[in-house]
């Protein structure tokens, strides 16, 4: 039988320890989810990150965040218990649900899609350029190209 | 003092709408060569002079209401509702702009002021500027209007007049505020210039592209002042508003980086246009369309249209606003349309590889930002129209949409200037990005041990670590670049003139000032990237305490020392005083607090915070814990905090710089007796302008 070389399980190492590093804690969880979460005094802040004083509303929903927390509940369960509550103006982006998919893909496929476009221009003109005649190499037009050379440096 | 203002605002409104009618009818008598009872020229000299004029009129308005609030004049329903005897000076003062009506009165004097400096300095050409101060006057006939009608502040109050006001909002009492909203109008009022000009321009079918130079100063400014502004705002909500952070894509802070944005992306690509005539149409358009960004954030700060934090009250003042957006919209559109032909393009790209090929990509990429600010700002609005219920879109949409386009621009920013113009060479490329990529590659490891790990991008729901990872590595490409820039240019002239590497920089530098100060900028830019990198490894604890209880935050252990209550005529305070220690050492004492303002009967938390470049320990009294009275102390260590602020000072230092005209040839060269030809080798060939 052949020998694994400890260089192979390095890899495999390495995967575990990364897959295993960042298992977040019930901490981590709260404060996570208290960021994905609007308080819904009127404030328009984030849960966890609404201080203001009197507040109707944050101290009640971080004590149910923390409970459900506690009790386990998977990120899913903990965000749609506070949208039936709340609404859904009380997650602080909207799920990928429906319309809301628009909101997500929208800037990043404009923005591949003008890349594309830029591109492709670009290379449009390239090509229309590389097309053209040699320029004849004569002292005069040398000093042409020199001086533009010289005006297009700023 | 209200009678004297509402008159002035009467006789501005007066001025300007003549400085309009008379410029534009003088404007086309030029142009089509008719001619009218008086001649055109003397007929656009008295538009002139009345918008000169208008400017004085403002400023007595705005004069009438700053007496108004130190003279404690509560007859005025303004003073009443923002300002109160016991209200420090200084904040008196910030009264004009902390409400709806104060802060358009300051919109129309800040464009007036423009417009006074715009109209004495027409002899640079007299033509351009008649159309641009004949578009202002336009402009500032709008503002006009709505502080003689539709938000008035010098309204009356209705019934006795009260003995003392209702105050400030506590929130707006901390010096920065005395100077955030200003800087904030500058730049958003500032945009009206170069849009007036670039209309103008294309109204007049300008030949040449002198009026880019012509406003390249105006728009320089009018960015710095929006930075500036934008920064402070950022400041003032990490020192004032206590949530530990400084941004929270809120809508009126978006409507404030939308300008930022697109005349960030005019700013580059105006460049192509001077240099190699290209890009017109764009830059027209960009430009128009930062002066309708800046009308936008101004509508939606008032409209009610979006929810937000710091948004003033609900009014239907958004009307005016949206009538006046769809009014430029129009006269852009249609002007554009009659004149496009004259924004034929001169040239066209060459290549892919190409310092105008970065600038289109930067271009895109800037405005692609935009596009999703604008789209995460307004999209509750559509939802609610399409879907029946408004969804919330804020930090986690921003974070995984628009902080990708912000690390692509961060490496573009780093690639464009290594790039020459037309077209770079495979040798040119390898020689330039071969240092700063090794450099990247470097970082990229280096800060694995410190605890920056990208792969947990995969392993949990947190996108931080991953993108600080990338911008610490793309940061060190950039700053590698930036400064392998001005080491290159410094060496050629340090071997012809034998001075220090410094001095060499110093002249280099202001031979170009507008490129290295473009590269200085560039550098402020990636400090404040670092800065805001750190976001991703933030703490944060909340304990009650007791006398001598501590806790541990990161380094630094917190212990309380005493905690108590005080009172002045102004406001009541609560605070705690708290020991810091660091490795059994104690470095600060820290008092956090929580006041109360008598006037306004709100609270407000006055942030305690220990800054070092490497962290802030921030700390804020959250209130009293009723079951025991101890006080509640929340704190948060936010790493790297410090180079923000940093960045900035860095940005307007490089801002300035740029703004400075360059020393000449001949005098650098009669100076270090260097012949005068040796100018253009101290830029390595292949490398080009900004």
Redesign the interface.
Known sequence: MRRISPFTLLPLLVILVVFTMGAANTAGRYNDLGHKIMCTCGCNEILLECNHMGCSASSRMTAELRLAVDRGDSDKAVLTAFQDEYGPTALAAPWLTRFNIVAWVVPPLLLILGLIGTFLLVKKWRLRVASMPEVADDPASRDLRERIRRDTEI | MPAFGSFALLVALALSGYNLLAGAVALRQLATGGRGVIAPERLAETARRAGIASFFAVACAAFALVWAAFTNDFSVAYITEHSNRALPAAYKFAALWSGQEGSLLLWAFLLAAYGFVLRLRHKVDVKLFAYASTILAGVQVFFLLLVNVAATPFSLVTGAIPPDGNGLNPLLQYPEMVIHPPMLYLGYVGFSVPFAFALGALMMRYPGEKWIHVTRRWTMVTWLFLTVGIFLGMHWAYEVL????YW?W?PVENASLMPWLTGTAFLHSV?MQE??GMMKSWNVWLIFSTFMLSILGTLLTRSGLV???HAFAQSSIGTWFWVFLVIVFAVCTFVYILNRDHLRTEH?????VSRE?SF??NN??L??AC??VL??TL?PVL?EY??G?????????YN???V??GVFLLLLTGIGPLLA??STSMRSIRRNFVVPGIVALVVAMAIIPLGV?P??I?????EGAFYAWMTFSLAGFVTTAIFAEFFHGARVIQQKSHQNLFASVVQLTRR?T??YGGYIVHFGVVLILIGISGQAFNQ?VERTMSYKQSFELGPYRVECLDYSQDSNPNYDTEFALLNVYRNGHLVTKLAPE?RFYAASQQ?S?IVANHSTLAWDLYV?Y??KDPSTGQPVI?AFLNPLVAWIWIGVLVTIFGTLIALLPNLSAAIAAQRHRTPAAEE?EA?PAGR???
């Open positions: 206590g949530w530990g952070g929270g809120d460049m240099k190699r929810s937000s934090v066209k790209l060459e290549s892919l090929s289109a990509f895109l990429v405005l692609a596009f999703t789209w995460g999209f939802s399409v879907q219920n408004r969804v919330t879109v804020s930090a986690p949409f995984r949409v628009a990708p386009i113009w037309r790990h792969w947990t995969f392993t949990t729901d947190h170009n507008r490129r944060s929580l609270p938390t804020i959250a209130g929340k253009a830029v080009g302008g900004d």
